[in-house]
């Protein structure tokens, strides 16, 4: 049996957790944020707001559009011009879910049936696209080249990042710097947007909203590491998280990867199997965590993701001492601790 | 006065440094390298080889052509194009030394008067784009359009890098991320292709040349980072490194960055001041070294530093292991603990 990475802090057992204590801090933005996400969603097309409302009611944490919503607040801004922008995050975020669901022919997403599985890879395909349009009509309707700039390089960087995932898949022999490259189109070019917004909607000078790409872009690695991590380490019937997705899908990811370069050729032809040709017996995700945790591959990702974490922190340092300030920073750590 | 940070293994008290034991290793190459470097950079035009000599000969650590060698015998290559190869790479790394003093208007490398302070800023100009040609003319003549490709990409992505640093040069508010691009861009992408080059021209599976490419570049980013620590650390009686040229040319490196978001206003003034504005008076670069010192900037920028060594290592974990594979592990660690 593999084991468990314990984390440093069991930040879950606090009373409320620093995600909680940033959703209190923006909450009648974030409720803004849910107004709008039903009403941008709504459609004559009944199956439209069936599926967006499965994908987005399901559980997500919201976290993107909360930190356009924090970076706002951490520039000073005072007006309203966020909370649309913020829904943009969110509907660029979950059509990349959809048409995820659907190139890797999941069945599930965080526990519940995914969206492809319950109304079909076309639905899927049709609504990731409705969303992305509905993102683009709502950065227009903000009306700033600046912000659509930066949004829609977020989007297109996205779709190249998962085509470069796409790419790697099934290639045991995956380095660790295409898996960094990967993750950074896919996941984090979106959190830099995310944060950049911030300092443009509060029309801040360029040093601010290069401090807040870097906190989102640094923060989007660790987090996706994390991600995958959780893969891998998940005690399912204590988190209600899934395990063992990415390793049934043959998706690389950093644990898996440095796993593989760490073992022998006997190992690596394991690897070959279970990912590469996608052969997979019973005790298969068992000899691979067991593999994982003889190469302190997950101790070492974690390693990997609290750099950027660092970086991540540094990164506010410019900006003066605040609850909110204080808020990002508490969601950088868990990020990394976090065990869900 | 600032202190010097504690280098945690003292190489240079070894008999033979990991740089003398690579370059044992590869012996015969570099003796055939550094031939032809003299043979390539004869010329008619006597202020040529007189310019180009005295860069060459200037006490380099030849790292880059020595990476070329030792990936083309870690990959098990017999032949002899990666002499000329090796040589190309050299050039590129010296021209743009060439163009960098120009651009910083400095006036010492390593210690001598920089050739643009000797022989005007006119003949760096142009000795440098001969020093170009001369690395296109060696790539040609290898005749391999992958190696072409992976080193011409290399050369523009440099000069990408210089002028990005350009732009974040005296700007006291430039972010992690910015620096972290500069320097992949300036540094990490030669030693990338020098890497890679190995696996090319020992026609190596795609994956090796990833590994290699994985390597380079994140060894690139650590021994840029540690130039960078060094140019605050050195004491220059012991070392014979001069310090303090970045702080001096307003350059904006990682142990400042992380200096300036960990300090208060009165210090960002200080910094502004002097890396801004470059009103410096005496007592300037030791008050510097004081809030570095203050801030663990130097300790945190190696850590930083570790994390891409610890990239750079596991990239190698597939090749078998072999004294060359060692020797390259060992540059890993003296290039992050080195002192000069």
Redesign the interface.
């Known amino acids: 049996m593999a084991t468990v990475v314990p984390l440093r802090h069991p930040l879950k057992t606090l009373s409320t957790s620093p995600l909680e204590r940033l959703k209190d801090l923006v909450s009648d933005d974030l409720a803004a944020v849910n107004q709008l996400i039903l009403q941008r969603t709504e459609s004559q097309v009944e199956i439209i707001p069936r599926l967006a409302g499965h994908i987005i009611a399901s559980g997500g944490k919201r976290l993107r559009p909360l930190l356009t919503l924090a970076c706002t607040r951490l520039c000073g801004y005072e007006g309203a011009r966020h909370v649309k922008l913020a829904t943009s995050v969110e509907f660029i975020h979950t059509a990349t879910l959809l048409h995820d669901d659907v190139v890797d022919e999941s069945s599930f997403r965080r526990g519940t049936p995914s969206a492809n599985a319950l109304f079909g890879n076309e639905a899927s395909v049709l609504v990731g696209d409705f969303l992305f349009s509905r993102a683009f009509e709502l950065m227009v309707e903000d009306g700033s080249l600046d912000v659509l700039h930066v949004l829609a390089r977020a989007a297109a960087v996205i779709s190249e990042g998962e085509v470069l995932q796409l790419m790697t898949a099934n ?1 045991s ?6 898996y960094l490259e990967v993750i950074r189109a896919k996941t984090a070019e979106l959190f830099a947007a995310a944060c950049r917004i911030g300092a443009l909607v509060a029309r801040r ?3 601010d909203e ?2 807040l ?2 906190f989102g ?2 923060l989007g690695i660790a987090f996706q590491i994390v991600d995958d991590v959780l893969d891998y380490a998940s005690d399912q019937t204590r988190t209600g998280k899934t395990s063992g997705n990415d390793f049934r899908e043959g998706k690389m990811t950093l644990p898996a990867i ?1 796993a ?4 022998d050729d006997d190992e ?1 032809t394991f690897w070959k199997r279970t990912l590469e040709n996608i052969d997979q017996r019973d005790g298969d995700f068992d000899h691979a965590r067991a593999l994982i945790d003889q190469h302190r591959a997950l101790q ?1 990702s974690l ?2 993701a609290r ?1 950027y974490g ?2 991540a922190r ?2 506010l ?2 900006f003066p001492a605040s609850p909110i300030r204080q808020a990002l920073l508490d969601i950088v750590t868990f990020t990394i601790e976090r065990e869900f």
């Not at 022999?173 to 295409?178: G, H, N």
């Not at 593989?260 to 073992?263: D, F, Y």
């Open positions: 290639d022999t995956t380095s660790e710097q295409a000078p360029a040093a290069e401090a790409r870097t872009i640094n440095l593989i370069h760490r073992g690596r070492d390693d990997r750099h660092a970086i540094d990164a340092g410019t």
